[in-house]
């Protein structure tokens, strides 16, 4: 995991960091040509100069353009660019469009790369690819969403933390599981419909807490007697409803005085429109926070692949009570994923889509 890329804000911090406006103005180059693929690009010293700024802010920089694909690192030769339109997207002269589609969505992820990655995977493994994943999931996987994780959330967690599984509807019933029958869950109302449903199914009590403006309303929180609470903090369905800084601190208190868990469902954040991501629940308190995500939108529901970060004493209690279950996920479509998350194909991506979306919002 790089060492240098990591940046955490100070929450009293307005203006964006130096090194992602380096960032977005040499990928913003990079995209428009000024930079050509397999060009070398300015030394770290010499871009320091030339955007006036420290050695530091130009290595977070160039890490970060690394990670996200747009250039590599050559041994004693330089930064060269990598990025290239044919990576991204499919060719205008391709006669079919075989892109994978998102339900309901105009999101697309193109085909060739997925296909790209799959031929890969397969060219690695060939006939020892194994049949079934450790419990918490392949470690590749787990180790390519600790980073990924880092570079987009500022979410520092082992990949030991990170569970993987077949989707939400799988894990809310493992967080039952873990965390017991005998207590009552609070869920935001509205919310998703399924939320409820697999809840009431695992046989444990639902309090609905009416939502507001921007999250649960403190009259709900102080009434309810749940020790259980389930949020959707970033664009909450069906409201679209998102809590700002202080409702997230209002959770976090709610949960230290009650010795309460926040699970922390984070479906679609990833198309915020800052580049980096508000502050997480998980972030704020990490030991009273479930956090919670999946591929469905930003890969496609097809795939079926989700993941959480268990806090450190849940870890202890999850390999003590549920250890012996087995990964829900195949072993190779968490071996593809990791490939796109490790070579920069799914933020290329997803900043693919945050820029259709910027334009569409202008038009």
Known sequence: MSKNIFFFYNETMKKTPAYIRVYQN???????????????????????????????????????????????????????????????????????????????????????????????????????????????????????????????????????????????????????????????????????????????????????LKLGRNGILSTELERTPASILHVTPYHSFPTGSTTDASKRREYIQWANERHAIIVEDDYESEFTKSIKSQETLFSLDPQHVIYMNTFTKTISSSIRIGYMILPEDLLKAYEQTQSFRSCTVSEFMQLVVAELLNNGSFERNLNHIRRKRKTHEKD
């Open 26 to 208: 040499i990928s913003n180059q990079i995209i428009h040509g000024i930079y050509p693929y397999q060009s070398r690009i300015p030394s770290k010293r010499e871009m320091a100069q030339k955007e006036n700024c420290s050695l530091i802010t130009i290595e977070h920089a160039y890490e970060l353009l690394v990670d996200e694909g747009y250039i590599e690192s050559r041994p004693r030769s330089g930064y060269y660019v990598s990025y290239q339109v044919g990576d991204v997207f499919e060719s205008e002269a391709t006669p079919v469009d075989i892109s994978v589609s998102f339900e309901n969505t105009d999101i697309t992820f193109p085909a060739s790369v997925f296909a790209k990655a799959c031929r890969k995977v397969t060219g690695m493994m060939h006939s020892k690819l194994p049949s079934r994943s450790e419990g918490k999931g392949n470690i590749y996987l787990r180790n390519a969403i600790s980073k990924y994780l880092a570079r987009s959330r500022n979410l520092i967690v082992p990949p030991e933390q990170i569970i993987i599984g077949a989707g939400s509807e799988y894990l809310y019933s493992l967080i039952v599981d873990l965390l017991g029958r005998s207590k009552i869950y609070g869920i935001e109302s509205p919310s998703y419909e399924k939320i409820y449903r697999i809840y009431r199914a695992s046989g444990v009590k639902v309090d609905l």
